[in-house]
T-cell receptor, first 114, second 116 residues
Framework: KAGVTQTPRYLIKTRGQQVTLSCSPI?????VSWYQQTPGQGLQFLFE???????NKGNFPGRFSGRQFSNSRSEMNVSTLELGDSALYLC?????????????FGSGTQLSVL | AQTVTQSQPEMSVQEAETVTLSCTYD???????LFWYKQPPSRQMILVIR??????QNATENRFSVNFQKAAKSFSLKISDSQLGDTAMYFC?????????????FGQGTTLQVKP
């Protein structure tokens, strides 16, 4: 069974640009969560999607958005990039209730903003 | 607010020895779950072990076990017979079991190096 796939693995952007990251969950998983990982702030929850609906959102500005498609694949978008958005963005999937189910993580997308 | 604290930024252990990673947490919920995740250099987070708060018995997974002290809000991870492949960053995480969301609160992590 294929794991969680995140594309691209690495991304370099400049300030002011926008970026879209993609996450394909494990087949059959309906919940997708996104996390931002930085050396200073650690791992922070961005949002979670289930059946194309956003169920929860972390404390991030409106520049961070996401969506989920009918096949459970998810994308997150960051507009008007800032230097502080440089981070590893991790996606995780689970079958249903992500908080107590086992989460399966992808290898992340490393975003560098110059 | 829920918080998770890992007070050991870095630790090292000799191969085949035992090491314990500390974690304390704070939550007002009565029903919650605690996790330890491992992040090797490949960056992929891997679930090591999970503990349900209402279960008094400590969870074990092969060489990995936890010491769950609910009253003290402590959740430490013991790795027995350490192997070179255990070298990674370890994160303690807390979820709110009563809510239907996917939010985990992570600690800052402990970098563990296993020395040959």
């Amino acid at each position: 069974k294929a794991g969680v796939t995140q594309t691209p693995r690495y991304l370099i952007k400049t300030r002011g640009q926008q970026v879209t990251l993609s996450c394909s969950p494990i087949s059959g998983h309906r919940s997708v969560s996104w996390y931002q990982q930085t050396p200073g702030q650690g791992l922070q929850f961005l949002f979670e999607y289930f059946s194309e609906t956003q169920r929860n959102k972390g404390n991030f500005p409106g520049r961070f958005s996401g969506r989920q498609f009918s096949n459970s694949r998810s994308e997150m978008n960051v507009s008007t990039l800032e230097l502080g958005d440089s981070a590893l963005y991790l996606c995780a999937s689970s079958f249903d209730r992500a908080n107590n189910e086992k989460l399966f993580f992808g290898s992340g997308t490393q975003l560098s903003v110059l | 607010a829920q918080t998770v604290t890992q007070s050991q930024p870095e630790m090292s252990v000799q191969e085949a020895e035992t090491v314990t990673l500390s974690c304390t947490y704070d939550t007002s919920e009565s029903n919650y779950y605690l996790f330890w995740y491992k992040q090797p250099p490949s960056r992929q987070m891997i679930l090591v072990i999970r503990q349900e708060a209402y279960k008094q018995q400590n969870a074990t997974e092969n060489r990995f076990s936890v010491n769950f002290q609910k009253a003290a809000k402590s959740f430490s991870l013991k790795i027995s017979d350490s192997q070179l492949g255990d070298t990674a960053m370890y994160f303690c995480a807390l979820s709110d079991g009563s809510s239907n969301t996917g939010k985990l609160i992570f600690g800052q992590g402990t970098t563990l190096q296993v020395k040959p």
